[in-house]
T-cell receptor
Framework: GESVGLHLPTLSVQEGDNSIINCAYS??????FIWYKQESGKGPQFIID?????DKRQGQRVTVLLNKTVKHLSLQIAATQPGDSAVYFC??????????FGTGTRLQVFP | EAQVTQNPRYLITVTGKKLTVTCSQN?????MSWYRQDPGLGLRQIYY???????DKGDVPEGYKVSRKEKRNFPLILESPSPNQTSLYFC??????????????FGPGTRLTVL
């Protein structure tokens, strides 16, 4: 598959454990945030989003937390599965139509 | 099946030879965008389009052109490719007049190598 990044920060977790992927965003005026998942050889896939007027949002097995004070975003994956292995990107947007992506974190799930 | 398609998926070319990467979506989306992905840099936006005949520069537009003559198509044109444009390219679309303030659907990617 395509190499997304050879030197990405990597999080290794055991199957069944919870994963927490962190992201520091750059602009305090950012008002919308998204997490994307990218599997090897594929395009990014939407996971969950959150607006700046919220602190927390939950989806199926995933939770996004937003801390605007320290400009920090996190993605929590419950009961991590082998299929969760991928590169995860956070992205922010502020008053424009442009989405600014982070550099990504690789999640490795081992049995 | 709702999808974003890109062609070609792989392309090796030489410096200065004009090329076009096509992008098409069958979801009637207003917003479309092109990104390039490079190791250590994540995804960077090249151009985007809010609707037909409306295009705007992203963060790295130099060396690229786009057009949006039809709602479903958003081709990326490299008039005179250079080796620094060797990259993995993604097209994306979004069903929202709010543009990027919404989930974007990505194509499978085009691996371009410029020799």
């Amino acid at each position: 598959g395509e190499s997304v990044g050879l030197h990405l920060p990597t999080l290794s977790v055991q199957e069944g454990d919870n994963s927490i992927i962190n992201c520091a965003y750059s602009n305090s005026a950012s008002d919308y945030f998204i997490w994307y998942k990218q599997e090897s050889g594929k395009g990014p896939q939407f996971i969950i989003d959150i607006r700046s007027n919220m602190d927390k949002r939950q989806g199926q097995r995933v939770t996004v937390l937003l801390n605007k004070t320290v400009k920090h975003l996190s993605l929590q994956i419950a009961a991590t599965q082998p299929g969760d292995s991928a590169v995860y990107f956070c992205a922010e947007i502020y008053n424009t139509d442009k989405l600014i992506f982070g550099t990504g974190t690789r999640l490795q799930v081992f049995p | 099946e709702a999808q974003v398609t890109q062609n070609p998926r792989y392309l090796i070319t030489v410096t200065g030879k004009k090329l076009t990467v096509t992008c098409s979506q069958n979801m009637n989306h207003e917003y479309m965008s092109w990104y390039r992905q490079d190791p250590g840099l994540g995804l960077r936006q090249i151009y985007y389009s809010m609707n037909v005949e409306v295009t705007d520069k992203g963060d790295v537009p130099e060396g690229y052109k786009v057009s949006r003559k039809e709602k479903r198509n958003f081709p990326l044109i490299l008039e005179s490719p250079s080796p620094n444009q060797t990259s993995l390219y993604f097209c994306a679309s979004s069903d929202s007049v709010a543009g990027a303030y919404n989930e974007q659907f990505f194509g499978p990617g085009t691996r371009l190598t410029v020799l």
